[in-house]
């Protein structure tokens, strides 16, 4: 199984700042299978980015993904107040698995 | 616009069975597979498995072997998540996602049906 490490695991950050997320795994993600989604409390996941850069249909271009083997990042360029959430990785090989996930917060 | 509606709330007791239910609506049932995935109280997902609903064939995760069961019925376009011998440890938010032509990446997912096992 692959185990992915997400850090840090809060990010507190002010509207209009960067966010960058990481995730580490802890063997090669193939093809880059790797995505992301954000979750606002009480809700489903959204899928934001998937082939590790890749946007999601509807996704704003502040979003964007980077990264191959085991090293991949999220950032946010300018945070919006909507942008507040938990955001996991995920890797969608043969057994799929999520990090801890990261929590934005308003600092 | 794909939608994914689950099943409400339970409450089991240790020992017992839960069936989920997630009826989709919008899109072609039977030729994207659907896969469970579950949040335990303020931690992360974890899959449990996954079916395609044409081949009616479903794999499971690991750990779940021998105690979950997903099955699909085309004619109503409704998957269905049964979980045996629950323990407290299964107390979660049961998510379904649809897998929109790439295995395992989630596009759309249901509401969530939370599960409380409890004595």
């Known amino acids: 199984e692959i185990v992915l490490t997400q850090s840090p695991g809060t990010l507190s950050l002010s509207p209009g700042e960067r966010a960058t997320l990481s995730c580490r795994a802890s063997?090669?993600?193939?093809?880059?299978?790797l995505a992301w989604y954000q979750q606002k409390p009480g809700q489903a996941p959204r899928l934001l980015i998937y082939?590790?850069?890749s946007r999601a249909t509807g996704i704003p271009d502040r979003f964007s993904g980077s990264g191959s083997g085991t090293d991949f990042t999220l950032t946010i360029s300018r945070l919006e107040p909507e942008d507040f959430a938990v955001y996991y990785c995920?890797?969608?090989?043969?057994?799929?698995?999520f990090g801890q996930g990261t929590k934005v917060e308003i600092k | 616009q794909v939608q994914l509606v689950q099943s409400g709330a339970e409450v089991k007791k240790p020992g017992s069975s839960v069936k989920v239910s997630c009826k989709a609506s919008?899109?072609?049932?039977?030729?994207?597979?659907i896969s469970w995935v579950r949040q335990a109280p303020g931690q992360g997902l974890e899959w449990m498995g996954r079916?395609?609903?044409?081949?009616?064939?479903?794999n499971y995760a690991q750990k779940f072997q021998g105690r979950v069961t997903i099955t699909a019925d085309k004619s109503t376009s409704t998957a269905y998540m049964e979980l045996s011998s629950l323990r407290s440890e299964d107390t979660a938010v049961y998510y379904c996602?649809?897998?929109?032509?790439?295995?395992?990446?989630?596009?759309?997912w249901g509401q969530g049906t939370l599960v409380t096992v409890s004595s």
């Open positions: 996602a649809r897998e929109g032509g790439v295995p395992r990446l989630f596009d759309y």
């Open positions: 919008g899109g072609t049932f039977s030729s994207y597979a």
């Open positions: 079916i395609i609903p044409i081949l009616g064939i479903a």
């Open positions: 063997q090669s993600v193939s093809s880059s299978y």
């Open positions: 082939g590790a850069s």
């Open positions: 995920q890797q969608y090989g043969s057994s799929p698995t």
